[in-house]
Nanobody, 121 residues
Framework: QVQLAESGGGLVQAGGSLRLSCAAS????????MGWYRQAPGKQRELVAV???????NYADSVKGRFTISRDNAKNMVYLQMNSLKPEDTADYYC???????????????WGQGTQVTVSS
C-alpha cells in the first residue's frame, strides 16, 4: 500500500504564510511527479503546483510568485511554501504523487486526504 499524508494547514490572516508538507510512504519504487491541488467549496479541484522528477516545476497563474513547491526525494516528501496568502486561496489542499511501486510496474496517481487552509481577510 501507498499513503500520502499532508500536514501544515490552518487559519492565517491575509498576507501571512503557511508551509504544507506531504510524506509518501509504503511500497514505493520510484516517484515521478509530486504536486499540490486545491478545491474550494463549490468549485472543481485545480492544480496549484507540480514538481516533476527532473526538477522542473509548474504553477497555476494565480499563485505564481507567491507559492513555491519543493521536494526531498530522499524522504519522498513534497512541500508547498505559501506566502502573501489571499482569502481566495482558502481551500482544501491535496497532495498528489505519481508512484511506481515496482521496477517494472506502471505508475499510478495517489492522493492524500487533504489539509484545510483558511485565509481570513
Amino acid at each position: 500500500q501507498v499513503q500520502l499524508a499532508e500536514s501544515g494547514g490552518g487559519l492565517v490572516q491575509a498576507g501571512g504564510s503557511l508551509r504544507l508538507s506531504c510524506a509518501a510512504s509504503g511500497s514505493i519504487f520510484s516517484i515521478n511527479a509530486m504536486g499540490w491541488y486545491r478545491q474550494a467549496p463549490g468549485k472543481q479541484r485545480e492544480l496549484v503546483a507540480v514538481s516533476n522528477s527532473g526538477g522542473g516545476t509548474n504553477y497555476a497563474d494565480s499563485v505564481k510568485g507567491r507559492f513555491t513547491i519543493s521536494r526531498d526525494n530522499a524522504k519522498n516528501m513534497v512541500y508547498l511554501q505559501m506566502n502573501s496568502l489571499k482569502p481566495e486561496d482558502t481551500a482544501d489542499y491535496y497532495c498528489n504523487a505519481e508512484i511506481r511501486r515496482t521496477r517494472w510496474g506502471a505508475a499510478y496517481d495517489y492522493w492524500g486526504q487533504g489539509t484545510q487552509v483558511t485565509v481570513s481577510s
